[in-house]
Structures are given as C-alpha cells and as structure tokens.
C-alpha cells in the first residue's frame, strides 16, 4: 500500500499513481511517471499540486494521486543523483511586512530565494523548472537565470529581493550575486515601479465604483512602492525598509484615514517620483553584460 504524506513542499519527486492524460484525454504518461512539485496548493480549499514531468508536461494532482519519491531514479542523463531543492538554493531572504519594517504580531514570514540548478538537468531537452511556489511555507525559489532576466527587467518584487535586510542563507555564490546586484539597477525602475503601483491604482479605483469600499491593504502597498522606487533612483540601491513611514503606512492599511488623504499622499508621491527621474544619476539601462558573465560563471562552477 502507497504511503501518503501530506504538504508535500515545493520541489519534492512524486510519483504518479494514476495516468496523465492530457487536453483531449489522451494519454501522456503511465502510472509510476516522476515529476517534482513546482507549485503548491495556494488555500485550504485547493487540494492540488502542479507536477512538472521530465518532458516539460505539467499536471495538477491531488494529494492522494501522489506518492513521494526520495530521487529521480532514473529519470536524469546521469541515472539519477538526486534531487534535493534546499542543497541548491544559493540565496534566500525573507521579504513583505518583515522587511519593510511595517511587521505585527500577525504577519506571516514570506521567503524568497533563488536556486542553480544541476548540470545535467538544465541541460537536458527540457531544461530545469523556473520556479518552485510553496503556498503552504509562503516560500518561492527562482532558477538563476529566470532571476537574472527579471532582475534586468527591474522587477520589483526581484530587486526588494536583492536588497531585504533579512537574509536567511547565502552560499558563496549568493555572495557573488549580492556583491552585483547594482548592475540591475536603472532607470527602468520608474517604469515598473510605477506601473506596478498604478495598476493597484486602477484596481483600488473599479472596487470604489463597484463595492464601494477600498483595499486598503493594496493602498498601502501602492504608497510603499512608490516611497521605495522614489528612493532608489536617488539612493541607488533599493531602500526596503520603509519604517520612517510606518505609522501612517499602517494608519492607513487599518483604513483609519479619508481615502481622499490618501488619494492626495498618492499624488504627490508621483510628483516627487518623477523629480527623482530627474535627478538619478542611474544608467538608462542596467548592466546585461556583467550579469552575463556572473551567470555564464555560476553554470561553469555546477559543472566542477
């Protein structure tokens, strides 16, 4: 009889223990097929995990049609050394309201990282998954090169990941990528930030118009994007921490102020937002060769 186990943490070998099928019903693997968890379920209510298959096939499975599995078996070119996500991971961090400096007792610990993946499976047909999302640990693991290009992309969600002051692991690698992690700053940081920040906008906006009522977690997080894209383009480094502001941030996020107080703080956040565009002495772009050559140098080392 199959032992079940339950939460089953993101990058973990199961087994199948039905068919894949797919779209159409066909079949697309037998019974006993290996695959990895790359993302789990996200509530209480969803019983699912995404599979990924070695030939790059993704299935969502109960918790009962799965079986863990200790290695892949035979599954790798190299007949299978394992897999094991935690001894790969060369950075991790933990980011949200811990970092920000805008924590209570009841804020949850958010982990992000990045992992290299072997070898062997980045260089098989299908290469490595991109990321491992654990819903259940609120924790999500970037393979390096998907983290690189939405550094370069001045991703903010990547570089508040790059600059959290709260660092949990970080191997010499990790070390390396901190030390050059001003090479993804530019001055695309206003784009992103303040595209991410007026889509919060927009959405704030239809739920006025169509409950009535606002976010007022989401204004919060708005305000603190545009406080930390702001501070960048002068500082040039990403100023997470944002506790000089904390006791409006959270007067706020309580909903204890006029959305029109708010609305106004907005405001003038853009305006200051665009004089620091003015002003940074930031590149226009960020620095694609140096990361280049650090990534080309991380694959090299995980073939020593």
């Known amino acids: 009889m199959s032992h079940q186990i339950n939460n089953i943490s993101a990058g973990t070998q199961v087994v199948s223990l039905i068919e894949i ?54 599954r790798l070119p190299d007949g299978g050394t394992g897999f094991q996500l935690e001894d790969l991971i060369i950075y991790r961090c933990v980011i949200g309201s811990r970092a920000y400096g805008l924590d209570t007792e009841a804020s ?61 692991k970080v191997t010499p690698l990790g070390t390396e990528l901190l030390a050059i992690r001003e090479v993804f700053l530019s001055r695309m940081i206003f784009q992103t930030f303040n595209g991410y920040a007026m889509s919060q906008f927009k959405k704030i906006e239809q739920d006025r118009r169509n409950h009535g009522e606002v976010r007022w977690k989401h204004a919060m997080h708005l305000l603190r994007l545009l406080l930390t894209g702001a501070g960048a383009l002068r500082e040039g480094r990403v100023p997470v921490r944002v506790e000089a502001q904390r006791e409006r941030l959270l007067a706020i996020k ?51």
């Open 254 to 304: 309580r909903g204890e102020l006029p959305w029109t107080n708010v609305d106004a703080w907005r405001k003038e956040l853009h305006q200051d937002f665009e004089r620091a565009l003015a002003e940074t002495k930031l590149p226009e772009r960020p620095d694609y060769e140096t990361a280049n050559r650090f990534l080309i140098m991380a694959r090299r080392a995980m073939t020593t």
């Open 108 to 168: 949850d610990v958010d982990r992000r990282g990045v992992y290299l993946a072997p070898a062997d499976l980045q260089w098989s047909l299908f290469g490595a998954p991109e990321q491992f999302e654990d819903n259940e640990a609120q924790s999500c693991y970037w393979e390096l090169q998907k983290f690189i290009i939405m550094a370069l992309r001045a991703n903010p969600n990547i570089l508040e990941c790059l600059y959290s002051p709260l660092v949990e």
């Open 21 to 74: 099928r797919g779209p159409s019903e066909s079949l697309v693997h037998p019974r006993g097929v290996v695959g990895v968890i790359t993302r789990t379920p996200c509530s209480e209510l969803e019983r699912h995990y995404l599979v990924r298959f070695p030939d790059g096939f993704e299935s969502a499975l109960e918790r009962s049609q799965l079986e863990v599995l200790k290695h892949f078996k035979e």
